[in-house]
């Protein structure tokens, strides 16, 4: 890892700004993309002078493009950006739906196309999917087609774009800011709902998930693996 450049669009909160950390005390540097400067700034107090930042929405095709241009050759991408919802099918309006998608798969789409030709040939992509996708639930029809899409795109990428090595994150339930729209007292309850069932009986930390997209970055025998840091919950 030592002085190398990785680039995380998503590093300004949650599993991104981990790994970022992660990545920066193994002595990398860190280049965190994301839509808002506010996050993006308090990202960079955190990380320190190791972190670049560059704002960017990931569901522009043409920022996306740009933004690639701007960084030059770099040696991993991670790309944990994503905005998610749900709801019920029959209520879901369809526009949410496509929204998703926008946001997740195409952003993850354009990532990965644009990101490709500046990368190390001995770098990696690591893109991330989640259990939804493995473990259907009741109001992610949505959110579980986009993830199912991701890991099916970040397989097939590890036999086009090779040597490069692309893989995909698969979380479980993690504590991280992206829960933070549910109100303190519902999240606690669910999360004892969740952690009650799993085989490890607690919910994810970003550290977890982070510790995960290391290992793919460091191993160069593994890619067009999707690995599930899930605390067992594909199981249950
Ligand atoms: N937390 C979980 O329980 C869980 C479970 C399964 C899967 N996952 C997946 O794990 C990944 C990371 O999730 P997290 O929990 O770390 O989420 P998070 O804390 O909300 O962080 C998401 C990051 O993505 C950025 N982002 C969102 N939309 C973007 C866009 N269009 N363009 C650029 N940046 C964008 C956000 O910053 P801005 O707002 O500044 O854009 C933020 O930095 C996501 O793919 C998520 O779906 C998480």
Do not use: C
């Amino acid at each position: 890892m030592q002085n190398q450049k990785i680039v995380i669009i998503g590093g300004s909160s949650g599993i991104g700004l981990e790994t970022a950390k992660q990545v920066i005390s193994l002595g990398a540097e860190v280049v965190i993309a994301s839509r808002s400067e506010d996050k993006l700034h308090k990202a960079k107090e955190m990380l320190g002078s190791r972190a670049a930042i560059y704002v960017l929405d990931t569901s522009d095709e043409q920022q996306v493009k740009s933004f690639f241009e701007k960084v030059g050759p770099y040696d991993h991408l991670i790309v944990s950006a994503a905005e998610t919802s749900g709801g019920s099918f029959l209520q879901l309006e369809t526009d949410q739906a496509r929204k998703l998608f926008e946001n997740k798969f195409w952003g993850q789409y354009y990532a990965a196309k644009y990101g490709a030709s500046q990368l190390s040939t001995e770098g990696s992509i690591t893109l991330f999917s989640g259990v939804v996708a493995y473990k259907p639930m009741i109001g992610s029809s949505a959110l579980g087609a986009v993830n199912a899409a991701v890991s099916n795109l970040g397989q097939t990428l590890a036999l086009e774009l090779a040597p490069i090595r692309v893989n995909v994150v698969s979380p479980g339930i993690i504590d991280t800011p992206s829960r933070s729209k549910m109100p303190e007292n519902t999240r606690n309850q669910f999360y004892d709902t969740v952690a009650h069932k799993l085989p490890v009986k607690r919910v994810g930390l970003a550290e977890d998930v982070a510790r995960g997209v290391i290992y793919l970055i460091q191993n160069q025998f593994v890619t067009g693996t999707v690995l599930h840091v899930d605390g067992g919950h594909i199981l249950t």
